[in-house]
């Protein structure tokens, strides 16, 4: 076995098995086979009936030692963990309540500090309004949201009054409750609504990056592109091409919404391995070997 820099194995380039694992993280075979049962681990690369393990898996087991030393239960390590390796579709980080459907939910309308107390998203000033209001999850009221849900219980005899006092300020509806009730939830974990809007536009203007280029993998090659000179541009298509452009449209949603998802959770686990790796090193497990305690079960 070669051995690295403080005797400890070094990695081949297929990686570490159990026991070298065990020997560079100070953590027991019977515990790192625990670990991984219960899924506190992702699942070993294997090569016929060999399992190698990876620099990943050493971030994780050294931070879950860490967290052990600094008091951290085992029944909190294990549903953190097992939270960030199974995660959530996106709609299910959206939805405000289990098994809702957003579309179901009645428009809210008031002023910004009504809906903004109302959702939980703190001080909302006018530059921030106006950036909610360009994501599209805001909408100046007009005569249509009358049967609105007020965000606030208001008595009818106590509206004008209460108008007044405000200064007749404008009044929005909701036309995104999803979003901004994942916003609020978000700002009482204690993250800016600005942070999450700076989040939101990037985010916004890689997707429409995204969405001309899976639209234009169909428009192009049936229409042609705007620049293509008047030759080079495509016969008009046929009734029986017109069906096929039809069921072809009808599922390309479907198909960059799978893309759009598999890539996204490819990137979030390494992100996640990331601020885990670094979160080991600042738990104080990164060298040395940590305390191992028996798991039991």
Known sequence: ?????????????TGLRIEELAETTGISVRNIRVYQERGLLPPPRRKGRVAWYSQRHVSRLRLIAGMLERGYTFALIEELLVAAGRGLRVQDLLAPTAG??????????GTVDEIAETLGLGTVDSELTDRVVAL????PAGPEDTGATEATDTDPGTEAAETA?????DRYTVTRPDML????ALVDAGIPLSAQLALAEQVRGAVDQVADGFVSLVADHYFGRAEDPPEDV?????????????????GLRPQANRVLELLLAEAMDRRIDRALALAATRFGGASGHPADPEVTG
């Open 1 to 13: 076995m070669v051995s690295g820099e403080g005797g400890e194995p070094a990695a081949t380039p």
């Open 100 to 109: 809702e459907d957003p579309a179901s939910i009645d428009p809210v309308t």
């Open 136 to 139: 599209g999850a805001l909408r």
């Open 165 to 169: 006092e405000d200064g007749g300020a």
């Open 181 to 184: 009730a994942a916003a609020g």
């Open 234 to 250: 495509p016969p008009v298509p046929g009734p029986a091409e017109v069906g096929r452009l039809a069921d072809l449209i009808a």
